[in-house]
């Protein structure tokens, strides 16, 4: 099974610097870290937090991993059961990252989401942090 941690990043404070992390486990294994910015115009949390979804799932495609069993770990309840269908997507500037996340899950045989604590995400969150985008 492929797990997977992830978090996005947004600091008002910083300009409204926004980045995404993600670390990868295959059969409880590391097999890679990795963290970015996006290039958007839209700045905020909820944002960040489907960036770091989208670009993950963007990934688990390319590399032809949409049969495999995955699991991924986020500390966004919104991200989470939105992208579990537990939540309806209703409106905001997350809206259009939200759709295209949904999109992606279709492509993934056994993909779910599972909410974990902030204290169980900081590898991904420190991640995220390191490729802030400044607004």
Do not use: H
């Amino acid at each position: 099974m492929i797990e997977v941690y992830i978090d996005g990043s947004y600091t008002p404070s910083d300009n409204g610097a926004i980045g995404f992390g993600a670390v990868i486990y295959n059969n409880g294994i590391k097999q890679k870290r990795y963290g970015g910015k996006p290039p958007n115009q839209t700045n905020n949390n909820n944002v960040a937090e489907y960036l770091a979804a989208i670009n993950t799932m963007e990934l688990m495609e390319k590399e032809c991993l949409t049969e495999e069993e995955i699991l991924i770990k986020a500390d966004s309840k919104l991200v989470v059961n939105q992208l579990n269908g537990y939540w309806k997507i209703k409106k905001g500037d997350y809206v259009e990252y939200a759709n295209r996340a949904k999109e992606l899950v279709k492509k993934f045989s056994n993909l779910r989401f599972k909410w974990i604590p902030r204290e169980e995400n900081l590898e991904a969150d420190k991640l995220s942090r390191i490729y802030p985008e400044k607004k």
